[in-house]
């Protein structure tokens, strides 16, 4: 991440979470699918799905490559599947997708800070994760109403809606940070007072963690909120022409 030794290891920390984390989103929409009766819709459900274990199957291997460089990629996903097992045994089906429609507003908020701010863009380099990471971006910002609506098609409250964005956001933010400590205990890097120092100060003015970026999650929990709050067809027309429109960068990464 542009030689940013904190933000490198949340990013490594954050797409281990993914693969784990996008299989939960299908199966969380797949088990309340059959409520929906809008034919629009279904298709976005049947979209979400195809994109969601696209993110994963290319995390995975972007994960592999990342524990061989030193991450601990592997112990992430293994506590990140056996606390998202936990909760599927635990919580009721609605509740699973009630969390679903949560981390997918966390996703969004943080896929269109990425397309919309240049620093956010210039930490990613110019490698191929930064053309993956777009295109996960992309998909991110075109389906983030997806599970919130089959949320509501399937008759979820208000309330239960918003008690548990307050838990997701509780448990998301602990072990995020919690697994980006441990990760950045185990690099020699980490050791070096005055990088180490420098680069958590500059998470202060990270784009991703700017007073927009949290006011923008914290709108999930007024009454009546829609993610279509935040109209993206502009942005969405933008990306996709880029990546995947003639000659774009990506076009053939997808024939």
């Known amino acids: 991440m542009a030689g940013d030794l904190a933000m490198s290891h949340i990013v490594a920390v954050l797409s281990a979470m993914f693969p784990e984390g996008e299989d939960f989103f299908v199966r969380s929409v797949r088990a309340q699918a059959d409520k929906v009766t809008d034919p629009e819709l279904k298709k976005q459900v049947a979209g979400f799905i195809g994109q969601e274990v696209t993110h994963g199957r290319e995390h995975r291997a972007l994960n592999d490559r990342l524990q061989e460089m030193g991450y601990p990629t592997r112990r992430v996903d293994r506590h990140t599947r056996r606390a998202l097992r936990d909760a599927e045994r635990r919580l009721n089906p609605l509740t699973c997708l009630a969390m679903t429609a949560a981390l997918e507003h966390y996703t969004a908020a943080l896929a269109e800070t990425l397309l919309t701010d240049e620093r956010a863009q210039a930490l990613l380099g110019t490698s191929e994760v930064r053309e993956m990471l777009l295109w996960h971006a992309l998909e991110e910002a075109e389906h983030k109403s997806v599970a919130f609506d089959v949320y509501r098609a399937a008759g979820g409250t208000e309330r239960r809606r918003i008690w548990t964005m307050r838990y997701v956001t509780f448990g998301f933010l602990f072990w995020s940070i919690l697994h980006s400590v441990l990760s950045l205990l185990a690099d020699r890097a980490a050791y070096n007072p005055r990088r180490l120092f420098r680069s958590l100060a500059a998470l202060r003015h990270s784009p991703f963690l700017s007073a927009e970026v949290v006011k923008r999650i914290r709108a999930y929990n007024k009454p009546g909120f829609h ?29």
């Open 227 to 255: 993610p279509d709050e935040w109209d993206n067809t502009v942005l969405l027309r933008r990306w996709s022409a880029e990546l995947f429109g003639e000659g774009g960068r990506l076009a053939d990464h997808v024939r």
